[in-house]
Structures are given as structure tokens and as C-alpha cells.
């Protein structure tokens, strides 16, 4: 299992932010790997909504089905799953001074042999937490603008 946590602050209130990433096909705007992410499940997006997300990292092609698990109004969590792997992506936003706190973090758990791979799966994916953090920061920020 391989954990990458990042916590930043952002100019946008907790409501715009778990309002934005609530919507988990916005990540084509702030997740370097996705390539395209769409929502498979009709309506308005709650508990039980699917996304469908085709990412590359490090050169490899990949897709995975998320659902949204968790809508609080400080918490989110996103599970995604193939048949290689599953990943946990909870976001916790909290009220601070002009804007808010937010803590993301995800859990990748490979399956089968890819489990060999875990200790070169934690360097790249704390690689790609930081850009992340970067682009979220970016794309958060505007939405208070």
C-alpha cells in the first residue's frame, strides 16, 4: 500500500472547494495523469456517483471507475478501482483565515504482482502529489477570484 498526503491552503472557502471537487471529472483540470474523466452515473452528483478516468503515469495507460463514497461539507472520499488496483482519495477542507485548508490524501493499493512494484510506485507518486498540489493550489485559487 503506498499513501501520498499533501495539506495546502487555498484563497477559496470550504464550500467552493468540496463544491468543485465533489465533480470528480474536474480532475482532467488538476490531476497530471488524467487524460479524460467523465461521469457515468445520471443526476446530480452525490453518494453512489460514477466517474469513469483514463490516466497515464510514467508512460502507462490506465482506467479506473471511482465513486464518490463520502459528501460531507468538510470531507470527500473517491474510491477507484481496476483489476490491478485500488485507490482511496480523501480530501478534507477545513475554514481557515480568508480562504481554506486542505488535506489530500490518497491510498494506492496494487494488486496481484504489482504489489513488487510498490516501492518505485511511492516515488512516483509522491512526485505527482506534488504536482497536484501545485495545480490544485492554481485552479482553487481561481475559483475565488
Known sequence: MTTVSRTFTTTADPET????????????????????CHQET??????????HN???I???????TYTLE?????????VGRNDSAETTDT???????????????????PKGVGKLGEPI?????????????EKLVEVLDGLAA
Open 42 to 51: 445520471p443526476g446530480e452528483i452525490g453518494v453512489g456517483t460514477r466517474w
Open 91 to 109: 480530501i478534507t477542507v477545513t475554514a481557515k483565515q480568508q480562504g481554506s485548508e486542505v488535506t489530500y490524501e490518497a491510498v494506492i493499493e
Open 70 to 78: 463520502t459528501l460531507t461539507p468538510g470531507r470527500i472520499v473517491f
Open 17 to 36: 472547494v468540496v463544491d468543485y471537487l465533489k465533480d470528480f471529472s474536474h480532475a482532467e483540470a488538476w490531476d497530471p495523469g488524467t487524460e479524460e
Open 58 to 64: 510514467a508512460g502507462v495507460s490506465t482506467e479506473l
Open 121 to 133: 510506485l511511492k516515488l512516483l507518486f509522491e512526485r505527482i502529489g506534488t504536482k497536484t498540489e
Open 54 to 56: 483514463k490516466s497515464k
